[in-house]
Antibody, heavy 119, light 111 residues
Framework: EVQLAESGGGLVKSGGSLRLSCAAS????????MNWVRQAPGKGLEWVSS????????YYAESVKGRFTISRDNAENSLYLQMNSLRVEDTAVYYC????????????WGQGTKVTVSS | QSALTQPASVSGSPGQAITISCTGT?????????VSWYQQHPGKVPKLMLY???NRPSGVSIRFSGSKSGNTASLTISGLQAEDEAAYYC???????????FGTGTQVTVL
């Protein structure tokens, strides 16, 4: 069964850093673009970042550009999100997700990892 | 890149049909047929319901259908059922410096 498992969330102070990981299994990881999507408490979904299968193409939401870095290790079937200069408004559940039907629709999601940024 | 605009809430009685709108711009919804819809029950992971405006992934009920006109996409749920009560989000590819944008979300209530 195709699976994604996020880890690395936790409590951090404003200005701090965290590195999220997403372990992928049971599919050819390098063939798919991967994405991070977040959801603040009681709020809607927000796309955060995407990376192509080879890692050559990377995109960020304006809200995280310059602070977050997405990367992947295809040998380890892992996706990462390095989050620096964290702000209270970055508090959210962070999901990794991808589409195995089409790139632009995410039909496979992890369970999410919670990030809390305190002031 | 602003979020796509959805109504905050839509309600209907069992058996009725409801429609949720998703309004963007020519840079996203209006410019491409890359609109998706997600269902999210409280405390659960989002579930893809429609992709590329009208396509249903395997296992999604035929009661869910999609359309698009200009800068507005729509999700219609026919034969509304209690299990359809959830939050729904649209999403679109965008040709701006970002890549994707989600809608503001719509809470569907089954009366």
């Amino acid at each position: 069964e195709v699976q994604l498992a996020e880890s690395g969330g936790g409590l951090v102070k404003s200005g701090g850093s965290l590195r999220l990981s997403c372990a992928a299994s049971e599919f050819t990881f390098s063939s798919y673009s991967m994405n991070w999507v977040r959801q603040a408490p009681g709020k809607g979904l927000e796309w955060v970042s995407s990376i192509s299968g080879s890692g050559s193409f990377i995109y960020y939401a304006e809200s995280v550009k310059g602070r977050f870095t997405i990367s992947r290790d295809n040998a380890e079937n892992s996706l990462y999100l390095q989050m620096n200069s964290l702000r209270v408004e970055d508090t959210a559940v962070y999901y990794c997700a991808f589409g195995d039907l089409v790139n632009d629709a995410f039909n496979i999601w992890g369970q999410g990892t919670k990030v809390t940024v305190s002031s | 890149q602003s979020a796509l605009t959805q109504p905050a809430s839509v309600s209907g009685s069992p058996g009725q049909a409801i429609t949720i709108s998703c309004t963007g711009t020519s840079s996203d919804v209006g410019g491409y047929n890359y609109v998706s819809w997600y269902q999210q029950h409280p405390g659960k992971v989002p579930k893809l319901m429609l992709y590329d405006v009208t396509n249903r992934p395997s296992g999604v009920s035929i009661r869910f259908s999609g359309s698009k006109s200009g800068n507005t996409a729509s999700l219609t749920i026919s034969g509304l059922q209690a299990e359809d009560e959830a939050a729904y989000y649209c999403s679109s590819y965008t040709n701006t410096s970002t890549l994707y944008v989600f809608g503001t979300g719509t809470q569907v209530t089954v009366l």
